[in-house]
């Protein structure tokens, strides 16, 4: 594993997204970074991550990127994959991060499934922080009172002993990925952080996050095909 910053800013919040259920977490922090127009400061590099980048409008898009908005002191620590069995150490990874930075919170969003389906997208939280709680019922976010929290999220929650964690949630649909879910996610994010995000065109704008990460999903999955293919010949 290898972490490089080219700039480290002083008791930031830190923002993660994954890709979870709906890849929610991803295109919300995609969305992020074009909202709040944030500046890349680094990379996470992980020996057992596919050596596979994607390039988007003449763009190097990483698997694992950092930025920042220096306006909210925020860092977002940005994802496009992720392979199995490597959780633990992503989280190693953004607590060694929190730790040098001297990080205030890590806030995770996350999609989430629901046992049915509504017409209104349901939104929970669950943080360590009776503060953090107390704001988002106040804002009319459900706490998750029951549930089973999966990948870099749950290794955070339990590596995280004395650093404040939240986590938000929105109700995602099974079928990849889900921008409703990630607008609702952001909403949440919004009125935590006091953003002041215009909320008019974050659906839209979550639309336009959900097609360009098909394009590099579905160019990724191909990618991946053509590699085990040559694998294949070198073996025959």
């Known amino acids: 594993m290898e972490i490089k910053l080219t700039k480290h800013p002083k008791s930031p919040t830190i ?3 994954f890709p979870g259920f709906g890849m929610v977490g991803t295109i919300a922090t995609e969305f992020l970074n074009e909202q709040l127009k944030t500046e890349k400061i680094g990379k996470i590099l992980f020996e057992e991550m596919p ?18 908005s220096e306006k909210h002191n925020l860092v977002i620590i940005h994802a496009l994959g992720g392979s199995p069995g490597t959780e633990w150490k992503i989280a190693d990874a953004i607590m060694q991060i ?14 989430v499934g629901g046992s049915e389906p509504t017409e209104k997208i349901q ?7 009776n503060a953090s709680a107390k ?4 804002q009319k976010v459900k706490p998750l009172s029951e549930g089973i929290i999966l990948g870099v999220t749950s290794a955070l929650l ?3 002993d004395h650093l404040p964690v939240t986590c938000l949630f929105a109700q995602a649909q099974q079928g990849l990925p889900d921008s409703h879910a990630a607008a609702e996610v ?31 999903l579905s160019q990724s999955k191909m990618s991946e095909k053509q590699r085990s293919q040559q694998q294949l010949s070198y073996m025959g």
Do not use: W
């Open 15 to 17: 923002i993660s997204g």
């Open 51 to 68: 050596a596979l980048v994607a390039i988007h409008e003449n763009k190097l898009v990483e698997p694992f990127g950092i930025f920042y």
């Open 98 to 111: 929190a730790h040098e930075l001297g990080a205030k919170e890590i806030v995770s969003l996350e999609g």
């Open 123 to 129: 939104r929970f939280y669950y943080t360590t922080v």
């Open 135 to 138: 704001k988002l019922d106040d």
């Open 158 to 160: 339990l590596k995280a």
């Open 186 to 216: 952001i909403q949440s994010l919004d009125a935590y952080l006091n953003l002041s995000v215009d909320p008019k065109p974050l659906l839209e704008m979550a639309k336009n996050m959900e097609a360009k990460l098909q394009k590099i």
